[in-house]
């Protein structure tokens, strides 16, 4: 089954304990993109990635980190997380620069007390 | 800079009536447009888009949308609402020009759908 699946689904931790949520597609598309999804501010943009080895910042990458090593692999890290990072956050891929439709995880739910 | 406004926060209607969630955008060219919804405790599901041509456009489970380049909207709809639908629906726009080889999304704020039985 294609799919986008991150892990973990839910995750509660305390602040400035680095944590890493994995991110892994099946379909073999180029593009992948990390957002946090807040109430009132709909979902925005952390990070993006065109292909291995190519990423750039979003629109809010302050205390985030990513890497593309692999294809199908784009993990989402907080080195040190703070209170203000708790949020539900979304994996996306899509195939490429001519497609339209994106693919979305079932969401990791973040809370740092 | 491209955005996205999402006017309502919340639209209840009852089974069997007409919806509609309104969605208006603002990009320099000629836009994408999507609508995505969310059931609770899932991901995003793509349900529509608007590329170019025909301005109605046809998408899942019977919805349909409304591009208007005059009035920058791109309002979703469907005829007869089940309850079914009750969701958080989400419009989007993507400017084909890009940056640097990248077309960005930007999402609007949601708008949750009340399906009254």
């Known amino acids: 089954e294609a799919q986008v699946t991150q892990n973990p689904r839910y995750l509660i931790t305390v602040t400035g304990k680095k944590l890493t949520v994995t991110c892994s597609q099946n379909?073999?598309?180029?593009?992948m993109s990390w957002y946090r999804q807040d109430p009132g501010l709909g979902l925005r943009q952390i990070y993006y990635?065109?292909?291995?080895?190519?990423?750039d910042k979003g629109d809010v990458p302050e205390g985030y980190k990513v890497s593309r090593k692999e294809k199908r692999n784009f993990p989402l890290i907080l080195e040190s997380p703070s209170p203000n990072q708790t949020s539900l956050y979304f994996c996306a891929s899509r195939p490429g620069q001519d497609s339209y439709e994106q693919y979305f995880g079932p969401g990791t739910r973040l809370t740092v007390t | 800079a491209q955005s996205v406004a999402q006017p309502e926060d919340q639209v209840n209607v009852a089974e069997g009536n007409p919806l509609t969630v309104k969605c208006t955008y603002s990009?320099?060219?000629?836009?994408?447009l999507f609508w995505y919804v969310q059931y609770p405790n899932r991901g995003l599901q793509f349900l529509l888009k608007y590329i170019t041509g025909d301005n109605l456009v046809k998408g899942s489970y019977g919805f349909e949308a409304e591009f208007n380049k005059s009035q920058t909207s791109f309002h979703l709809k469907k005829p007869s609402a089940l309850v079914s639908d009750s969701a958080l629906y989400f419009c989007a726009v993507r400017d084909p020009r890009g940056s640097g080889g990248y077309q960005k999304v930007t999402f609007g704020t949601g708008t949750k759908l009340q399906v009254i039985p």
């Open positions: 379909m073999n598309h180029e593009y």
């Open positions: 990635s065109m292909n291995v080895e190519v990423t």
């Open positions: 990009v320099s060219g000629n836009p994408y």
